[in-house]
């Protein structure tokens, strides 16, 4: 590994290293203003200050911007500096999601921010988790009562964008931190709580829109824990899926294949020097084993979030290997 002037790693990809540098310096002064510098104590009032301005800056920069790399981490190391910090970021995430008035493009992205964070971030206790979930299932479950009430339900995703997009991170953290949901009755019994099962059922059907490998493992999970039942839906949605045809502003025709739009921002930090500041708050998959044949090799390929990353590529190539940083890009043609 190439090491830089001070026996740091260094990125092989050249705009990669000096996004590592920036990252690094930025992560050092967070760490340096936010702690007693003679007890290495936090100093709250300092931190709090910090978290002000950062959290401006997210929302006005870091939030709107769709697929960004590596930059939402400076949210991610200050909010691992105390639990607090932590819940605040999520309350303001979803205040966002709750409020009809805010772009559906940022409620979106705000809901995958907390399912990428409660899922990655080892500063979130297990009550913190349960408690983000039942927000979810409550929301999710408001949300289909409002629908039943039509004759007629458009289950097109750009209308139902939001829903959907709270249903994939519901599935999501449950199938990513199901070693700690699962580890007693009483928190397979919380799950159950959740009636997970009237929403994969309900007719919006979002495991029809969320990402593959999302269902694929939620739909293990609850199936052995006796959770909810999917498989018999996945298979109903693989033999009627089509692509949709819809006019775009513009005028022009467009077609779509009904699959939601995914952006996990906390998939895995790749880059070497700054990286290590981010490891001690950092959780990595744990296996669970997929006991459904139906899952093709090319699924499960799809994302650390089933295999951890070929340790021999390059830094060049996982640097820009994918749509978010834990996503494999596929390959055209």
């Given at each position: 590994?190439?090491?830089?002037?001070?026996?740091?790693?260094?990125?092989?990809?050249?705009?990669?290293?000096t996004l590592d540098v920036c990252m690094d310096k930025l992560f050092n002064y967070?760490?340096?203003?936010?702690?007693?510098?003679?007890?290495?104590?936090?100093?709250?009032?300092?931190?709090?200050?910090?978290?002000?301005?950062?959290?401006?800056v997210f929302d006005k920069v870091i939030l709107p911007t769709y697929n960004l790399?590596?930059?939402?981490?400076?949210?991610?190391?200050?909010?691992?500096?105390?639990?607090?910090?932590?819940?605040?970021?999520?309350?303001?995430?979803?205040?966002?999601?709750?409020?009809?008035?805010?772009?559906?493009?940022?409620?979106?992205?705000?809901?995958?921010?907390?399912?990428?964070?409660?899922?990655?971030?080892?500063?979130?206790?297990?009550?913190?988790?349960?408690?983000?979930?039942?927000?979810?299932?409550?929301?999710?479950?408001?949300?289909?009562?409002?629908?039943?009430?039509?004759?007629?339900?458009?289950?097109?995703?750009?209308?139902?964008?939001?829903?959907?997009?709270?249903?994939?991170?519901?599935?999501?953290?449950?199938?990513?931190?199901?070693?700690?949901?699962?580890?007693?009755?009483?928190?397979?019994?919380?799950?159950?709580?959740?009636?997970?099962?009237?929403?994969?059922?309900?007719?919006?059907?979002?495991?029809?829109v969320c990402h593959p490998v999302v269902v694929q493992n939620f739909a293990a999970?609850?199936?052995?824990?006796?959770?909810?039942?999917?498989?018999?839906?996945?298979?109903?949605?693989?033999?009627?899926?089509?692509?949709?045809?819809?006019?775009?502003?513009?005028?022009?025709?467009?077609?779509?294949?009904?699959?939601?739009?995914?952006?996990?921002?906390?998939?895995?930090?790749?880059?070497?020097?700054?990286?290590?500041?981010?490891?001690?708050?950092?959780?990595?998959?744990?296996?669970?084993?997929?006991?459904?044949?139906?899952?093709?090799?090319?699924?499960?390929?799809?994302?650390?979030?089933?295999?951890?990353?070929?340790?021999?590529?390059?830094?060049?190539?996982?640097?820009?290997?994918?749509?978010?940083?834990?996503?494999?890009?596929?390959?055209?043609?």
């Amino acid at each position: 590994m190439d090491v830089d002037e001070d026996n740091k790693p260094r990125m092989l990809h050249p705009i990669g290293n000096t996004l590592d540098v920036c990252m690094d310096k930025l992560f050092n002064y967070i760490i340096m203003e936010c702690h007693n510098t003679e007890t290495s104590e936090i100093e709250w009032a300092k931190t709090k200050r910090v978290y002000q301005d950062i959290i401006s800056v997210f929302d006005k920069v870091i939030l709107p911007t769709y697929n960004l790399h590596h930059v939402q981490f400076i949210m991610f190391l200050l909010c691992s500096l105390k639990t607090s910090l932590a819940e605040a970021f999520l309350n303001y995430l979803w205040k966002k999601v709750c409020t009809p008035s805010t772009a559906s493009v940022i409620r979106q992205a705000a809901v995958a921010y907390i399912a990428s964070f409660i899922a990655r971030a080892s500063i979130v206790p297990l009550s913190m988790l349960k408690g983000t979930l039942q927000q979810m299932s409550e929301w999710i479950h408001s949300y289909i009562s409002a629908q039943d009430g039509l004759e007629c339900v458009n289950t097109d995703v750009r209308i139902h964008s939001v829903f959907y997009s709270v249903c994939q991170a519901l599935f999501y953290v449950i199938a990513f931190r199901q070693s700690d949901l699962v580890k007693t009755r009483r928190n397979i019994g919380f799950l159950n709580t959740l009636s997970l099962g009237k929403i994969v059922t309900c007719r919006l059907n979002p495991l029809r829109v969320c990402h593959p490998v999302v269902v694929q493992n939620f739909a293990a999970v609850t199936r052995t824990y006796q959770i909810a039942y999917c498989y018999s839906i996945i298979e109903h949605n693989a033999r009627s899926l089509m692509p949709t045809i819809y006019q775009t502003e513009k005028g022009s025709s467009e077609t779509t294949d009904n699959i939601l739009d995914s952006f996990f921002p906390f998939d895995p930090y790749i880059l070497n020097r700054s990286g290590e500041k981010i490891t001690p708050f950092y959780l990595n998959y744990k296996n669970f084993v997929v006991e459904t044949s139906t899952t093709s090799k090319h699924e499960l390929e799809d994302d650390d979030f089933l295999y951890e990353h070929d340790t021999k590529s390059s830094d060049y190539d996982k640097f820009s290997y994918g749509t978010s940083p834990g996503f494999k890009m596929k390959e055209n043609g």
